[in-house]
Nanobody
Framework: VNVVESGGGSVQAGGSLTLSCTAF????????MAWFRQAPGKEREGLAT??????????DSVKGRFAISKISKDEAKYTMHLTMNSLQAEDSGVYYC?????????????????????WGQGTEVTVSP
């Protein structure tokens, strides 16, 4: 499985960005996909999750501001997007997309970085005050 993110960049506080994640060569019929963020000196934090059934979850820190799209599938390629609105300086960091077969079986696992086996290289988001 190859996971690729795109869409990061710099934006002023209050602005919006949309990130994209594509998982290539994923051969299973069920998928868990999630966005994590890592700020300098901090642990990787789960932000939003979605699975093949369309079940979505958000961390309290982004609820109402971030929206994860439904997963689109084209053979062994899965894609989803994260639209981020009302961005704040504390939203800055490297955003990672994670993919797994079973990580979203429970809410706790879905937001736990340790439960995902496949990661993208990350895309940086910088929000200036």
């Amino acid at each position: 499985v190859n996971v690729v993110e795109s869409g990061g960049g710099s934006v002023q506080a209050g602005g919006s960005l949309t990130l994209s994640c594509t998982a290539f060569r994923y051969e299973h019929h069920f998928i868990c996909m999630a966005w994590f963020r890592q700020a300098p000196g901090k642990e990787r934090e789960g932000l939003a999750t979605i699975d093949s059934d369309g079940d979505i979850g958000y961390a309290d820190s982004v609820k109402g501001r971030f929206a994860i799209s439904k997963i689109s599938k084209d053979e062994a390629k899965y894609t989803m997007h994260l639209t981020m609105n009302s961005l704040q300086a504390e939203d800055s960091g490297v955003y990672y997309c994670a993919v797994d077969l079973v990580a979203c079986m429970t809410v706790v696992q879905a937001f736990s970085a340790a439960d995902y086996d496949n990661w993208g290289q990350g895309t940086e988001v910088t929000v200036s005050p």
